[in-house]
């Protein structure tokens, strides 16, 4: 009776470590899908036992190698034994996405391909869905970094772009600024002339931008004159 007992005892707690196992892995792996903003099915795409190929699985088996590959090498180059050095997780790249990318790579990419327009209904739909999450950065520094990138040589698609911005950020003497430049390099001095003055309007202390008002009027001035 006794020894029935204890057997009864140990397969419960083998069951027991075998329950915790899995839920250790379940958990493990909600946060993996979490990691990536995926369900379960994207990497578990085929039937169970199906032999079908799962691509997304396999990438995600050959992620985590190399998570562990990384996590030794920081432990490595920082001294720092594993439960004190910080570990490199999945959501350390990904953030909430299956392909971690900086906005600002995933919007000029769209700049270059399909132009402005589409630009900034990306833009729209990517910061409706992200928006106070880490995976994008949505704040006006970063736009404007973006868009003086393309200023000089599609100034149309940046004046889309910065439209866009003075609807979040409707004061912003340095948007109004940027799109005074990309107005001149439509050498459509009116405009920039109108935007410039905008722009000094909510910022007069930025003198660069005076300087830049002062001698475009200038030359307008000797163009009416001639
Ligand atoms: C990003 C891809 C990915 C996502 C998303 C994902 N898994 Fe997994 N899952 C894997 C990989 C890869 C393995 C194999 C791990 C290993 O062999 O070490 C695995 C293994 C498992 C296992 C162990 C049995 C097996 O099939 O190998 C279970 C159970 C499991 N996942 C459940 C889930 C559940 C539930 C979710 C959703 C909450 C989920 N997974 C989401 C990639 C993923
Ligand atoms: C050091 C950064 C980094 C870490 C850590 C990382 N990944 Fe990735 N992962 C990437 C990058 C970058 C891509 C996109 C590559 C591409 O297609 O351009 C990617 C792509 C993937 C993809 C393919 C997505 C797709 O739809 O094509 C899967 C799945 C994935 N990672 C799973 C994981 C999992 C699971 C972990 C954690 C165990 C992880 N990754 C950790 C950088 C990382």
Redesign the pocket.
């Known amino acids: 009776m006794k020894w029935t007992g204890a057997l009864a005892g140990l397969v419960a707690a083998a069951a027991g470590l075998l329950v915790a196992e899995a839920q250790a892995q379940t958990m493990n792996m909600q946060e993996?899908a979490q990691?990536?903003g995926?369900r379960c099915e994207?990497?578990h795409s085929a039937p169970r036992g199906s032999g079908q190929a799962e691509?997304?699985?396999d990438?995600?088996?050959?992620?985590?190698a190399?998570?562990?590959e990384?996590n030794a090498k920081v432990q490595a180059a920082t001294g720092k034994p594993a439960n004190e050095a910080t570990r490199?997780?999945?959501?350390?790249?990904?953030r909430g996405v299956?392909?971690?990318?900086p906005l600002s790579a995933i919007i000029l990419r769209t700049v270059a391909e399909k132009g402005g327009v589409a630009a900034v209904e990306q833009y729209r739909d990517l910061r409706k869905q992200f928006y106070s999450r880490a995976t994008y950065d949505f704040s006006e520094e970063a736009l404007l970094e973006m868009v003086q990138r393309v200023v000089q040589g599609r100034p149309d698609d940046a004046i889309a772009l910065l439209r866009m911005n003075l609807e979040f950020n409707p004061q912003s003497a340095k948007t109004y600024a940027l799109i005074g430049f990309a107005y001149t390099r439509k050498v459509d001095d009116a405009s920039a002339i109108t935007n410039l003055q905008k722009s000094l309007e909510l910022d007069p202390t930025n003198a660069m931008v005076r300087g830049q008002l002062e001698q475009l009027q200038e030359y307008r001035r000797r163009r009416q004159q001639q």
Do not use: G
């Open positions: 993996v990691a990536l995926v994207y990497c691509p997304k699985k990438i995600a088996l050959a992620m985590m190399m998570t562990r990384l490199v997780e999945c959501v350390t790249c990904h299956a392909i971690p990318q």
